[in-house]
């Protein structure tokens, strides 16, 4: 058997950065800006009105502590629990679409002693801090399942594998990064293309996205096409800007 955990939860000891960080920096300056508008209407002639910036300011706080607590711990207890609802054998061939750092990856790993956890991205900063293939590389050496996971640059549109080749295809807040709704369509299509039959496929995303794959999956060969919300440990600054979870088997 491969070294390293044989499955279940475990401490993070890798280092994952922060999701979409221009995002929880622009909350935490409206923040900082709003409280100083309040201060400074203070001594001004709109007094009767300070409270106004002051509740903005509190509102861009609570978006701020929701924010970070999604991104730094919330992610990664919602997948813990997806991935736990998988029931995996530990022999799957597993993939990760858009993985980033890996914490998806990685957790999908310490799952599949046996089996094989293949990660894609194109790799890009803006999407998470320090996004790149060798950070992910540090991660798996550090989670200790460098034997089991692989890494892959390359656009979720079109991906370099071949038809029915995972067991599990997994995304995590990626596919709403592709801009244009034909390509989430084709990146959705792709996810399925490379599912093997009676493989199961879990993508978690943000905003409208999710209804648009449900209506894609739809029209693909997959049934029990399921959306659940993944509740407040994934709000992105609020409930305004929550995570959705689309389940399918192939």
Same mark, same amino acid.
């Given at each position: ?22 995002? $929880? ?6 923040? @900082? ?43 990664? /207890?919602?997948?813990? %629990?997806? $991935? %736990? ?20 990856? $990685?957790?999908?790993? &310490? ?33 200790? @399942?460098?034997?089991? @996971?692989?890494?892959? /640059? ?5 991906? =370099? ?24 369509? &084709? ?23 999710? =209804? ?21 440990? #994934? ?5 305004? #800007? ?9």
């Amino acid at each position: 058997m491969p070294s390293g955990t044989g499955g279940g939860r475990g401490r993070r000891r890798g280092a994952y950065g922060v999701d979409a960080p221009y995002a $929880l920096f622009g909350l935490g300056c409206g923040a @900082v800006g709003s409280a100083l508008a309040g201060f400074g209407t203070l001594s001004g002639p709109g007094i009767g009105v300070a409270w106004l910036p002051f509740l903005c300011a509190l509102v861009m706080a609570v978006a701020f502590v929701l924010y970070a607590h999604a991104t730094r711990r919330g992610k990664f /207890t919602v997948w813990e %629990d997806l $991935l %736990d609802g998988l029931e995996l054998r530990g022999n799957e061939r597993l993939l990760d679409l858009g993985c980033g750092r890996g914490a998806v990856l $990685l957790a999908g790993a &310490r799952r599949v002693p046996e089996g094989r956890a293949v990660g894609v991205d194109l790799w890009r900063g803006v999407d998470q801090t320090g996004n790149a293939a060798s950070a992910t590389e540090r991660n798996a050496r550090a989670e200790n @399942v460098q034997d089991r @996971v692989e890494l892959r /640059t390359g656009d979720l549109r079109d991906l =370099p594998f071949g038809d029915g080749e995972f067991d599990v295809v997994l995304s995590s807040l990626a596919i709403h990064n592709i801009k244009d709704a034909e390509g989430r369509r &084709r990146a959705v299509a792709e996810a399925v293309r490379v599912l093997r039959p009676g493989g199961r496929l879990v993508i978690a995303d943000i905003g409208g996205s999710v =209804p648009f794959y449900r209506d894609v999956l739809d029209g693909l060969p997959v049934s029990g096409v399921g959306v659940r919300s993944a509740g407040w440990r #994934m709000w992105w600054g609020g409930p305004w #800007m929550r995570t959705r979870v689309v389940t399918a088997t192939g």
